[in-house]
């Protein structure tokens, strides 16, 4: 097991070990907004749809989707966040879902094994040169690949970043602009969603009664100026990617 990998494994074992996973989701409210659209994508999955979702625990995606009878694995490099996720799903009795430990630059699937594979905040903890041909390898041809992702131009959010390294791991990277460039070698399409650039200034109002609204506001601003002023788009702090037609590899 090489260096980074056993960080980023021991980090997430505690943090989802010691509770304090809900205390580092708490600081990122404000991009709710690129979480409803991220999720919003998966609504319309068939049940007979095979999915892979990186980056598991006992909030992951799996269970809404294992509700609705859809087949799901779900990997991550965290015992821990397996093993809690394995309870809930077994106290939930749902029998569609399958947790295991893995690793997405190494995938232990066949080839074309999946429709959908998807995942939240997971790619920028990735080396992508590695996890790019094991994403389009693990696909159908007919398959997409839906990330939520944090970007990594914004001045603002990197000062943030660097003045609390104890929410994140020493080798995570936010996306670049040229990151989602590079995953079009990999992909014939890719649908870009950007987000959460002038809903930042809602964060204040988070404890009065006026946030939802002020965030509202701040949300559909952002969505016009991404649209008039379309060199914005690097400076958000989230991205929604929609990545289809994979390319052999």
Not at 49 to 75: D, H, K, Q
Not at 101 to 112: C, H, K, Q, R
Not at 127 to 136: G, V
Request: proline share 4%; glycine share 6%.
């Amino acid at each position: 097991m090489d260096a980074r990998y056993q960080r980023e494994k021991e980090f997430h074992d505690q943090t989802f070990g010691d509770g304090s996973r809900s205390v580092v989701d708490s600081f990122y409210v404000v991009v709710r907004t690129s979480f409803d659209y991220y999720e919003h994508q998966l609504e319309s999955v068939p049940a007979n749809y095979r999915v892979l979702e990186y980056g598991c625990g006992p909030g992951s995606m799996a269970f809404f989707l294992g509700r609705r009878g859809v087949n799901v694995t779900g990997i991550d490099i965290s015992d821990v966040a397996i093993r809690q996720a394995q309870e809930r799903a077994q106290a939930e009795q749902l029998t569609t879902i399958d947790f295991r430990v893995g690793n997405a630059e190494a995938l232990d699937f066949p080839d074309a094994s999946f429709d959908i594979v998807c995942g939240r905040a997971i790619l920028h903890h990735l080396d992508l040169s590695k996890a790019m041909p094991e994403l389009t390898r693990v696909l159908k041809p007919s398959g997409r690949a839906i990330f939520v992702e944090p970007l990594g131009h914004n001045p603002v959010i990197n000062l943030y970043r660097r003045l609390t390294p104890h929410l994140r791991t020493v080798d995570e990277h936010p996306l670049l602009m040229s990151d989602l460039k590079m995953m079009q070698r990999y992909f014939g399409g890719l649908d870009s969603r950007f987000f959460h650039l002038q809903s930042l200034l809602a964060v204040p109002f988070a404890k009065f009664k006026s946030y939802d609204r002020v965030l509202r506001f701040l949300d559909r601003a952002d969505q016009g100026l991404f649209k008039l002023l379309s060199f914005t788009r690097r400076y958000a702090w989230s991205v929604v990617l929609t990545l289809s037609s994979p390319r052999a590899t």
